[in-house]
């Protein structure tokens, strides 16, 4: 079972507000990754870090921006939050040394602005 | 930009059945993953394919890696409820540790009982 959370799980906001989606995993993973998922498209990476204090956009550009003060921490913030931001966003994480690279996701923060 | 195509999109069978889902893509990929994701959780990895032809089973499902690694194929014997689910693929491009993950859009999958 992956040691992986995500809060919150759904989340319904209006136009205009500032919402942060928190992300932590205790497994000790260096890299960690957050998807955005539509139905019936493919999950698109808007962020990625490699370690403490390294973010970078993904291949889905993104108006929400990221920070990684600790090596468990990787939370996600959109500063104005529009109707075109509604979606599932799934975090996930993974182990650098001796991975099989297998990607641990969390249940994902579903988000409805209004 | 590497895609791959995931067929059918939609499944829905009858339990016991036998179903095939297939993941293409005109890329090579160095590893190709599948992943199960039931409704209202993330998705859970089932199997890494990594040689050219290597076919690797877990219980009723069995996964095929092409031998140019530019495809691959799941299928289930014997479908159950418990199957039920969206399947994604997910190919490595390579380059070593800092890799990203090129996702198909899914097969979702319904057995009914």
């Known amino acids: 079972e992956a040691d992986i959370y995500q809060t919150p799980r759904y989340l319904v906001i209006g136009t205009g507000k500032k919402i942060t989606l928190e992300c932590s995993q205790t497994?000790?993973?260096?890299?960690m990754y957050w998807y955005q998922q539509d139905p019936g498209m493919e999950l698109h990476l808007i962020h990625y870090s490699y370690g403490v204090n390294s973010t970078e956009k993904g291949d889905l550009s993104s108006e929400s921006t990221v920070s990684r003060i600790r090596t468990e921490h990787f939370p996600l913030t959109l500063e104005s939050a529009r109707p075109s931001h509604t979606s599932q966003y799934l975090c996930a994480s993974k182990r650098t040394s001796g991975s099989t690279g297998e990607l641990f996701f969390g249940e994902g923060s579903r988000l409805t602005v209004l | 930009t590497q895609l791959l195509e995931q067929s059918p999109q939609f499944l829905s069978i009858q339990e016991g059945e036998n179903l095939t889902v297939y993941c293409n893509s005109s890329?090579?990929?160095?590893?190709l993953q599948w992943y199960r994701q039931e409704p209202g959780e993330g998705p859970v990895l089932l199997v890494t394919?990594?040689?050219?032809?290597e076919v690797k089973k877990l219980k009723r499902l069995t996964f095929q890696f092409g031998d140019a690694r530019k495809d691959s194929s799941l299928h289930i014997t014997a479908a159950q409820p418990g199957d039920t689910g969206l399947y994604l693929c997910a190919g490595d491009g390579g380059g070593g540790s800092n890799y990203k993950l090129t996702f198909g859009k899914g097969t979702l999958l319904t057995v009914n009982p």
């Open positions: 890329s090579v990929f160095s590893s």
């Open positions: 497994m000790g993973h260096d890299k």
């Open positions: 394919v990594v040689t050219g032809g």
